[in-house]
């Protein structure tokens, strides 16, 4: 069943008007499905994906245990926990994550990030530092779940092999003042096959550019970022000279390039949803993890559409 995403906005703003009383987060980057969201069934058929022998059903691109692994040419084998994961309460990364750690907007990109700064994350999220704005979204409620049932070896294996691999560039920036109509399934956003469209305003529509390749957990499917007209450049000065004291320039800490620097993580070319929510996370003080201090007085007087113009210029960025 295909939901608008005008209507699931206003139940989702209803719901967080009440459980954040400073505030609200976007409901576009926190999307969440709606209560009667049902998944496709599956006919059994075999789903393929291009450039690629492989065949999964339906049914075992959605196995938790199981890491659909469409290419494996592109990365080295997969350890354990990152293609099967521990029954029964440890799922497998690379469902999630994809096989070489692309994600998608529901969650994290985790290719190329430094392996410090994963294990950190897993204890932060272990320890309640790190939460989400939106409790109720399941996406945050899985990681924090699984993060208390994995070991520290199962961890130190994951960002052993996630850290390595090379970010790939799997995302075109649109300035636009209108993007297409969109639905709620699984966590994020699709555009209604119709080719309709809808007033941007200020927000970031970020979509798979072939909805069934990204179903599949293709670790190659690519999204289109719909951001306002004139925010790219906005970010620019944003990130580089931190507009008068708004902000800090990024450069301070994730280079000059945006790419990283030891254990501080690139930032460039990554999801702009994802990057919307830490920002507004940081900000609300749901990211209160070991280095999060050091992000606090730069998100502390960002309006989102600030975080709107600082993710959508970082998204445009090379990997």
Known sequence: MKIPLRIVAVVVLTWLSVAHGQGTPPPWAYMMNPP???????????????????????????????????HPADHPPMPDIVARGREPDVFACGVCHRADGPGGPENSSLAGLPKAYIVQQMRDFKSGARTTSVPERLPSKLMIALAKGVTDAEVDAAAEYFAPLKQRANIRVVESDAA?????????????????????????????EDLQHFVSRDSRARFTAYVPLGSVKTGVALASTGANGKTIPCAGCHGADLKGVAAVPGIAGRSPSYMIRQLYDFKSGARAGKDSALMKPSVEKLTVEDMIALAAYAATLAP
């Open 180 to 208: 297409p109509k969109t639905y709620v399934t699984g966590w994020f956003l699709a555009a209604v096959t119709t080719g309709e469209k809808e007033p941007l305003g200020q927000r970031i529509i970020e979509v798979p």
């Open 36 to 70: 009667d969201f049902k998944p496709a069934p599956d006919d059994g058929s075999p789903r393929r994906v291009p450039d690629s022998e492989a065949a999964f059903t339906l049914t075992q691109v959605r196995d938790l245990f199981f890491a659909p692994d469409w």
